[in-house]
């Protein structure tokens, strides 16, 4: 027996809602791991440039010992 068209109706909505909740919820989880994983980037061009400054140093402290 098929069922009720205003039944399939019903549950195409309960559906769709879910869809939508789950897309929100994926959604909003996804923009939380970019912020982090932006986060994330400028602490590496920190560390990037804390190093290029030690390397600096020690090239500097390098060629005074040398010369």
Do not use: T, W
Not at 52 to 67: F, K, N, T
């Amino acid at each position: 027996a098929a069922a009720p068209l205003g039944q399939v109706s019903e549950l195409a909505e309960q559906m769709e809602e879910q869809l939508f909740h789950s897309y929100g919820f994926h959604n909003k989880l996804i923009q939380e791991r970019l912020q982090e994983l932006d986060e994330v980037m400028e602490r590496v061009e920190e560390v990037q440039a804390e190093l290029r400054c030690i390397c600096c140093a020690i090239e500097a402290a390098y060629q005074d010992l040398c010369l």
